[in-house]
């Protein structure tokens, strides 16, 4: 099954006024976007962080003399250059200076502890790092990498014009770790995949321009640099740079965000907030563009209580993070939307599959795991299990790997159950598993009820109502889908084997 027509392109450009759809035309490479906005933007505030605000003019001028530090080192086009820092000014000017200057990017992940330095001996030499851009904080772990570091700030005294480069040209490479810590692989994303991502990510309701939004999520993920930074930088917006993920209970009231790209356990955390200290803690937010992991439609309503718009979609690193988008929450609030254009997607023995422009060049020197990934007629696997609706709407039923299969041959998806339970009012979290009684398999669900509404029951009917809420709408399930054993936790529910969608970078 393919899903793939103009009515893709029609059902998300009716988002947009023509008037301002006709100001957004789509970019190839980062060097057309940077360009653009210098035109179309010079005098707007581009990126603040709180003490200093650099307009898109000076922005264009500060990447062209960091370009020119870059060419001053001799590297050449197509060279691998990493960057160790925060989400700071100087990190967003080499995200875009860079892929600008003929090389490729790639962000490591700067949170605290993340990488050691034998981590980062390993990623230099596997990826061929040429040099590295790091902030002080990290001179621990840089000093002993074995290649060229940079301090985050160097520069050079004068501008220098931009790289030819092609659509096709690697511009990041991204990490993407799965199940395979000790041993990361780069997706190559190439400039094309990148501002065809960017530009999808303008799809929301509202006025495209006069946004503000705070760079909440790393750059390392490219959820956080392509619709959290390059997104916003298309349509003039003005982007709050966060160094410190733990700040933004105090600085979001402060920078007053218009919108904001956030993963559910972040968006779960600000709303949560926002119910504590009331509504203005979040005034001005319309919007919220949620992914990274499946959005559970209890947190769409939450935000709808706020008065705030969360929107979801489905992507993974390998496809540049964006495939799918919901902007329709408040109707079909369990889906992960429709396809974006230039994207087709079709479902092969109920696995997701992908192709169009968002889809990476490949793994960066390892061939086999390509292959892997690649069916024989250039369709990227996902991984994912998912199913569309009559309205064409995808919804993902569960990661192929997690699969439990009985012994009668029929399939479980885990995901699926937990989405169907989860749904229940008295149930926070929801975990399916396999066990056994007697030798025989069975099904259970470990459950986290929702205390807000057990709100001073005792524990013994908590679990008492729970597993009868479970055994109830158990019930009405096919025989071999209902789950016979349930055990309540009151801890956070490890789902880190499973949590897959949007293939999470570190």
């Known amino acids: 099954m393919v899903n793939y027509s103009s009515e893709q392109k029609e059902y998300f450009e009716r988002l947009i006024e023509p008037e301002d759809m006709a100001k957004l035309p789509l970019y190839h490479t980062f060097c057309e976007l940077l360009e653009n906005c210098r035109v179309n933007f010079a005098d707007c505030p581009a990126i603040s962080d709180m003490v200093n605000t650099v307009t898109y003019r000076e922005l264009y001028d500060r990447i062209a003399v960091r370009r020119d530090f870059i060419y001053s080192q001799g590297f050449q086009k197509g060279d691998n250059i990493a960057v160790l820092a925060p989400n700071g000014l100087a990190a ?4 875009m200076a860079i892929p600008t200057a003929g090389c490729t990017v790639i962000m490591l992940p700067s949170a605290p502890n993340a990488l050691g330095s034998e981590e980062l001996r390993r990623i230099i030499g596997k990826f061929d790092i040429k040099a590295v851009f790091a902030a002080p904080e990290f001179a621990e772990v840089t000093n002993a990498s074995g290649t060229k570091v940079f301090d985050i700030d160097a520069t050079s005294d004068k501008a220098a014009p931009m790289a030819e480069v092609s659509p096709e040209d690697t511009a990041v490479i991204c990490f ?131 008065g705030i718009t969360l929107f979801s979609g489905y992507g993974l690193t390998e496809a540049s993070n964006i495939v799918t988008g919901n902007v329709d929450t408040d109707r079909i609030p369990d889906s992960i939307g429709k396809v974006y254009p230039g994207t087709e997607v079709r479902i092969i023995d109920g696995e997701i599959q992908v192709r169009g422009d968002v889809v990476m060049k490949g793994y960066y ?55 169907y339970f989860g749904k229940l009012p008295e149930i926070e979290d929801c975990l399916i598993r396999e066990d056994e009684l ?9 459950i986290k009820p929702d205390m807000d509404h057990y709100a001073g029951w005792d524990a013994k009917d908590i679990e008492a109502d729970l597993k009868a809420k479970v055994r109830a709408e158990s019930e009405k399930l096919p025989s071999y889908k209902m789950v016979t054993k349930t055990v309540v936790n009151y801890e956070a529910l490890d789902h880190t084997v499973k949590d897959r969608y949007f293939n999470i970078v570190w």
Request: glycine share 10%; net charge negative.
């Open 92 to 95: 967003m000017e080499l995200y």
């Open 176 to 306: 993407s770790v799965n199940n395979d810590a000790g041993n990361p692989y780069g997706a190559m994303l190439s400039h094309r995949a990148i501002m065809r991502a960017a530009h999808n990510g303008l799809f929301v309701p509202g006025k495209p321009f006069g946004q503000r939004t705070v760079a909440i999520l790393p750059l390392s993920h490219v959820f956080g640099a392509i619709r959290g930074l390059l997104t916003c930088i298309y349509t003039g917006a003005l982007v709050y740079a966060c160094e410190d993920m733990s700040n933004i209970v105090f600085d979001i009231p402060k920078m007053r965000p218009t919108i904001l790209t956030l993963v559910p356990g972040l968006a779960e955390m600000v709303l949560s907030v926002a119910r504590i200290k009331g509504k203005d803690f979040l005034a001005g937010i319309e919007t919220i563009i949620c992914g990274g992991a499946y959005v559970q439609p209890k947190l769409i309503k939450m935000a709808r209580d706020l």
């Open 365 to 419: 020197n390892d061939p086999e795991r390509t292959r892997e990934v690649f069916t024989e007629d250039g369709w990227l696997r996902t991984g994912d299990l998912g199913e569309f609706d009559s309205e064409g709407f995808l919804h993902i039923t569960g990661l192929r790997k997690n699969l439990i299969i009985l012994p009668n041959g029929e399939n479980i998806s885990p995901e699926e159950l937990e989405r």
């Open 438 to 446: 007697r030798g025989r398999p069975l099904l259970a669900a470990e």
